[in-house]
């Protein structure tokens, strides 16, 4: 026996089935909605607007008068350009919008080259950092020479074969006898000396005392340099002075301090 109620039952069902598709169907157009919604520009005031363009007013006709007697006027057109400010809302955070974070910018490494520097001289020291880079020379000198190793770069020695003091422009002191002692410094600058002796020939010792014959009193006499190179007296001469002999006036010995020996 059927029931009475199953035409109802299968209605309900097909129209649940009708509803279904009809939701599943529109389901796109909420999910686009909602979409542009998210997307669209915040205005602060909870709802978004278009941007506002600049226009301009459309011509109207103002009538201008001809003349004072008649009362004939002349249309003519005289636009009235309005300007407005179009307005730029800046991309902002809402809770449905995303804004793309800034994209990093990759500055390129360029390797160093293996470029020579240029170095004409090949001393060593660039060019650009060479006083003479057609010259072989030294650091020291910002690679110029010094010939005469003198210690003056011959770009400054005014001689710069010949060594000598900066004082001088790197040139030798004068020396008139070449005794290579400078004529400022020599006592004898005509005659080759010695520097012991300040540029003065060298002194000889005749008796071979210890007393230069310049300065001894006695030169060909041996003395010692307390009586100024001369002997000291010896009135016995029993080679005993004097003043250490106890009997000038008699030969002695030394070991009796110049007494002679006691007669037995």
């Given at each position: 026996m059927t029931s009475p109620y199953r035409p109802d039952r299968s209605k309900r069902t097909v129209l649940r089935g009708v509803l279904f598709f009809i939701i599943l169907a529109t389901l796109p157009l909420y999910v686009i909605g909602i979409v542009l919604w998210a997307t669209a520009p915040y205005d602060g005031s909870g709802g978004a607007r278009a941007n506002p363009t600049a226009t301009e007013n459309s011509a109207r006709p103002t009538w201008t008068p001809l003349g004072l007697d008649d009362n004939t006027a002349t249309p003519t057109q005289s636009p009235t350009p309005r300007a407005t400010a179009t307005l730029f809302i800046p991309l902002q955070n809402t809770?449905?919008?995303?804004?793309?974070?800034?994209?990093?910018?990759?500055?390129?490494?360029?390797p160093p080259t293996d470029t020579p520097v240029p170095d004409r001289d090949g001393d060593g020291i660039p060019d650009a950092l060479d006083r003479c880079p057609d010259l072989v020379g030294l650091q020291m000198f910002q690679g110029c020479p010094d010939t005469d190793n003198d210690g003056i770069p011959d770009p400054d020695d005014a001689c710069p074969s010949q060594g000598g003091p900066a004082s001088n422009s790197g040139c030798p002191l004068p020396d008139s006898d070449g005794d290579g002692i400078p004529d400022a410094q020599d006592q004898c600058p005509n005659q080759a000396g010695v520097a012991a002796n300040n540029g003065c020939p060298p002194v000889v010792d005749s008796d071979n005392d210890g007393v230069l014959d310049n300065i001894d009193q006695c030169p060909n006499q041996p003395g010692p340099a307390s009586n100024n190179g001369c002997p000291l007296p010896d009135s016995d001469g029993d080679g005993i002075p004097d003043a250490q002999d106890e009997c000038p006036n008699q030969f002695g010995l030394p070991m009796l301090n110049g007494c002679p020996e006691p007669t037995p």
């Amino acid at each position: 026996m059927t029931s009475p109620y199953r035409p109802d039952r299968s209605k309900r069902t097909v129209l649940r089935g009708v509803l279904f598709f009809i939701i599943l169907a529109t389901l796109p157009l909420y999910v686009i909605g909602i979409v542009l919604w998210a997307t669209a520009p915040y205005d602060g005031s909870g709802g978004a607007r278009a941007n506002p363009t600049a226009t301009e007013n459309s011509a109207r006709p103002t009538w201008t008068p001809l003349g004072l007697d008649d009362n004939t006027a002349t249309p003519t057109q005289s636009p009235t350009p309005r300007a407005t400010a179009t307005l730029f809302i800046p991309l902002q955070n809402t809770p449905l919008q995303f804004v793309p974070p800034p994209r990093a910018t990759n500055t390129p490494i360029i390797p160093p080259t293996d470029t020579p520097v240029p170095d004409r001289d090949g001393d060593g020291i660039p060019d650009a950092l060479d006083r003479c880079p057609d010259l072989v020379g030294l650091q020291m000198f910002q690679g110029c020479p010094d010939t005469d190793n003198d210690g003056i770069p011959d770009p400054d020695d005014a001689c710069p074969s010949q060594g000598g003091p900066a004082s001088n422009s790197g040139c030798p002191l004068p020396d008139s006898d070449g005794d290579g002692i400078p004529d400022a410094q020599d006592q004898c600058p005509n005659q080759a000396g010695v520097a012991a002796n300040n540029g003065c020939p060298p002194v000889v010792d005749s008796d071979n005392d210890g007393v230069l014959d310049n300065i001894d009193q006695c030169p060909n006499q041996p003395g010692p340099a307390s009586n100024n190179g001369c002997p000291l007296p010896d009135s016995d001469g029993d080679g005993i002075p004097d003043a250490q002999d106890e009997c000038p006036n008699q030969f002695g010995l030394p070991m009796l301090n110049g007494c002679p020996e006691p007669t037995p």
